[in-house]
């Protein structure tokens, strides 16, 4: 069974600075997906960014980018230029390529975002 | 184009009684996916329905049962609650083709058992 470990459980960053939100999984797949998402206040979960793991290059979106690190299992969230919006709890996912829409998910980051 | 829509947004129950919340996913999408989220055990994956059928399931007691529409609305219900099953219920729509598909929730339905 996959399993993905979020081993910082809260996180704080000036506004403005950079923050990186490690995940680690373990899978014997070689296929697979992995997610970043945002859970703010309002409980709505949003997804941040995505990574196929057939690609080397590491997926961004705007100021959200990751450190994809197939080998070492290795998922990381860099936020750039944090915003007061930013604050949320983010969770790493991960999902199999076989089909299924099942979401592995690390227990999450609480991330505050000081002015 | 509508979000995923979960209704009702918060419930309050007794012990011993049942529940059923809804899910209506994005218009076209046929996976409804529900998930369980609680402080101590986080997020946890509950099942995975695709056009009408339980396509996966997590390791969750018989107690916990749902179903899909032929519209792709889902339905999970919960017989004989306990103290325990106080969570947040996660309902995630995707278009469950093969290939990256983004899984959209919905605000969750918050069940309090008392």
């Known amino acids: 069974a996959q399993t993905v470990t979020q081993s910082q459980p809260e996180m704080s960053v000036q506004e403005a600075e950079t923050v990186t939100l490690s995940c680690t999984y373990d899978?014997?797949?070689?296929?697979?997906?992995l997610f970043w998402y945002k859970q703010p206040p309002s409980r709505q979960m949003i997804l941040v960014i995505r990574q196929e793991a057939y690609k080397q290059q590491n997926a961004t979106e705007n100021r959200f980018s990751v450190n994809f690190q197939k080998a070492a299992k290795s998922f990381s969230l860099k936020i750039s230029d944090s915003q007061l919006g930013d604050a949320a709890m983010y969770f790493c996912?991960?999902?199999?390529?076989?089909?299924?829409?099942?979401?592995?998910f690390g227990k999450g980051t609480k991330l505050t975002v000081n002015p | 184009k509508a979000g995923v829509t979960q209704t009702p947004r918060y419930l309050i129950k007794t012990r011993g009684q049942q529940v059923t919340l809804s899910c209506s996913p994005i218009?076209?999408?046929?996976?409804v996916s529900w998930y369980q989220q609680t402080p101590g055990q986080g997020l946890q994956f509950l099942f995975e329905y695709f056009s009408e059928t339980q396509r996966n399931k997590g390791n969750f007691p018989g107690r916990f049962s749902g179903r899909q529409f032929s519209n792709s609305r889902s339905e999970m219900n919960v017989s004989t609650l306990e103290l325990g099953d106080s969570a947040l219920y996660l309902c995630?729509?995707?278009?469950?083709?093969?290939?990256?598909?983004?899984?959209?929730f919905g605000q969750g339905t918050r069940l309090t058992v008392v």
């Open positions: 996912a991960y999902r199999s390529a076989g089909g299924s829409e099942k979401l592995v």
């Open positions: 899978t014997s797949e070689s296929d697979y997906y």
């Open positions: 995630a729509s995707s278009a469950g083709q093969l290939g990256v598909t983004e899984a959209f």
């Open positions: 218009s076209g999408h046929r996976s």
